[in-house]
């Protein structure tokens, strides 16, 4: 029962300091799904993508973490690392092309099942399974991005402030102008793949404030103002005594 007791002990200690990152759950927003091509591109309806990107300033392991959707497909499991306050991309396969969704840009990851032009609600957990992030939580269309009818062709959705939470007006629709990327026939993407996104709001960016308490300045009189008072006092006091008035009276 000791030795078993002892290998225990040993493992706690391995698990809590040699692999403390393993031990500690991720927070909120420190990966976020950043920009998500759902309509594929003019290419290929189906070369579909998704962009995560690291909020945080150290390199973070995503063995164990997984991108799934409501409806169970895809379930991504992720693997490898993404870089400081860098990006990760995810590229679906199909039958036909294997990595040339973005032919000009390596992706870290591939993964199947399509993502539904009418709208998907994804979630991004991490190895303990918390919810770090979500895409269209609320379901229904998604928020932004266009289709093959739609101007311009087939753009991705990006999020805005990547420091936010996922609200439908957190998302907006590449704007045909800054992008970045080729198709598997060589044309510009309506995105920016590995980018930062064109909807990226031009100002410093910070999570949404928390109010703080108003602090009421106190009055603390100096010694010198303290003696100065003390002394007015006690003139007025004289000259009552003197003059003898009824003021003085207690």
């Known amino acids: 029962m000791g030795k078993v007791l002892k290998i225990f002990l040993i493992l706690l200690i391995l698990q809590f ?4 990152e393993k031990a500690t759950a991720a927070s909120l927003l420190d990966v976020v799904i950043n920009e998500v091509a759902w309509s594929g591109t003019a290419a290929q ?5 998704i962009e995560l990107y690291n909020n945080t300033g150290e390199t973070i392991d995503l ?9 169970g497909s895809p379930n991504i499991a992720l693997s490898g690392t993404i870089p400081t306050n860098g990006y990760f991309l995810l590229e679906r396969t199909d039958d036909n092309t294997i990595d040339n969704t973005i032919s000009d840009i390596p992706a870290d990851l591939f993964f199947s099942g399509l993502l539904y032009d009418t709208g998907e609600s994804l979630a991004l957990t991490d190895h303990l399974s918390n919810t770090v992030d979500t895409v269209n939580a609320d379901g229904g269309p998604w928020p932004a991005g266009t289709d093959g009818n739609g101007t311009p062709l ?19 629709t590449n704007d045909g102008i800054k992008r970045n990327g080729l198709d598997a ?12 996104n064109s909807q990226f709001p031009p100002f ?27 002394h007015l006092l006690s003139r007025l006091f004289s000259h009552c005594r003197i003059i003898n008035s009824p003021f003085c009276q207690r």
Not at 185 to 196: C, D, E, M, R, Y
């Open 63 to 71: 063995s164990g973490w997984h991108l799934l959707a409501a409806d």
């Open 204 to 230: 410093q960016l910070t999570a949404t404030p928390t109010p703080e308490p108003t602090i009421v300045p106190t009055f603390t009189p100096t010694p010198t103002e303290t003696l100065r008072l003390s």
């Open 185 to 196: 026939n060589g044309n510009p993407v309506n995105s920016t793949p590995k980018s930062q």
């Open 154 to 172: 087939r753009a991705s959705m990006e999020r805005i402030n990547p420091l936010d939470v996922d609200v439908d007006s957190n998302w907006g």
């Open 45 to 49: 309806s189906t070369d579909e993508w």
């Open 17 to 20: 300091f040699v692999f403390p």
